[in-house]
């Protein structure tokens, strides 16, 4: 039983040390003489001077380069065009997928409450049978008075935000009526507002 624990620690005992080996150079060998990378023929420079000469281009190439040139401010406007509409467009998926999962998340009463809401609208068109202008405006005023019953405080503050546009668009629509006004209507012979009597 010794003797087989003593060979097999033998080898397993030289792995774990370490020798250090040094080569020698021969002393028979000739010392050859290094060659420059010029000498060699793989880098050898053709001589002579070479030229760069341009081919000429084909029908094909000049009638693709004048089609771009032709096409080039209508894509630079599409591209601009993209670059503005891509963050709305962006936007209103993102309140389509918020609006998806809203609805499929719905509080308790919410799709009665949308019902009433759009049976409303239902009305509101049928009391606006004849006139065009009134079914624009009924359906929307029923609707409007149909969802302020359900949520007042949105809708208060629906009003609030609406009748501060609508007052904001209202005065804008008067500067610019009371400019077209005074262009086009004033009498050029009037004394009161010619500029040389001040």
Known sequence: ??????RSVGPASLSLLTFKVYA?????SPHKTSVKVDELSLYTVP???????????TQLEESISHLR????????RCQEIYSQ????????VQWGLDSYEYLQNAPPGFFPRLGVIG?????GLLFAR???????????????????????QQAIVFFQVSGEKLYDWGLRGYIVIEDLWKENFQKPGN????PGNK
């Open 69 to 76: 040139h032709y096409c080039e401010p209508y894509t630079s």
């Open 119 to 123: 049976f409303a609208g239902i009305v």
């Open 47 to 57: 001589e002579g001077q070479s030229k760069y000469v341009e081919e000429p281009r």
């Open 191 to 194: 004394v009161k507002n010619s």
């Open 85 to 92: 509409t891509e963050p709305k467009m962006q936007s209103l």
């Open 1 to 6: 039983m010794f003797q087989v624990i003593q």
């Open 130 to 152: 004849g006139s065009k202008i009134k079914k624009l405006v009924y359906p929307p005023c029923f609707m409007g008075v149909a969802a302020s019953l359900y949520y007042p």
């Open 24 to 28: 020698s150079q021969k002393k028979d």
